[in-house]
């Protein structure tokens, strides 16, 4: 059942440039995206969490987005050139899709700490995104942290329907000498307006929850 988890690499390469001058970065921007590619890996637009379409001047690619034909999720920093932009530099954001008790029955508790950051809806409704620190170590360490979203239940009531999800964290036994900043999406399609997810993160303070309401 390992499949049910996200890995992270003890040294997650989390941001990378792209293919394009980085030597000026006055004006730049940063936007939550997804981000589809072409044969080769190419990137030549995304679409912001505000739905807007951002074409690329040029092709870029990046290098943890290599698969063609795949829509990745990113955290896109640019500069805009009239209707177009050039992109700068993009971080990795994994899609924690909420597993059912069901599918967790044989995976065993996971609840080592991490540190939470934020969490958010996106504008156009589609994601609940998360942020969170986790304490790792150097690549010599070779290992990595497991990471899932448990939907614990799902209550109805005359105000709208309450998820309880619960984030896991294995650590694998990877040190802890410094913070990785980590983004997650979590799909919130089916999610309707009024409705509330709860989130439950194991934090080195204890379990902290954390509600989002969708408008």
Known sequence: MRHVFLFITTFAVLFTSCSHDEANISGMEAEMCTMPTRSGGIITYVVTDKNENLSFIQPATIAWAEKADTIYRALLYFRREGVNIVPVAAEQVLLLRPKTRQ?????????????????????????????????????????????????????????????????????????????????????????????????????????????????
């Not at 942020?131 to 614990?152: F, Q, R, Y």
């Open 103 to 215: 599918e967790m029955k044989n995976v065993p508790k996971a609840d080592d700490p991490l540190t939470f950051v934020s969490g958010w809806y996106a504008k156009n409704g589609k994601y609940l995104n998360l942020t969170v620190d986790i304490k790792t170590g150097t690549p010599e360490d070779n290992g990595s942290h497991n990471i899932a979203m448990l939907c614990d239940t799902v209550k109805t009531s005359p105000t709208g329907k309450r998820y309880c999800y619960r984030m896991l964290h294995e650590r694998n036994g990877v040190p802890e000498y410094y913070s990785v900043r980590v983004y997650f999406s979590v799909p919130a399609e089916d999610i309707n307006a009024g409705d509330t997810v709860d989130v439950t993160i194991p934090t080195y303070d204890g379990e902290v929850q954390k509600q989002y309401i969708k408008r």
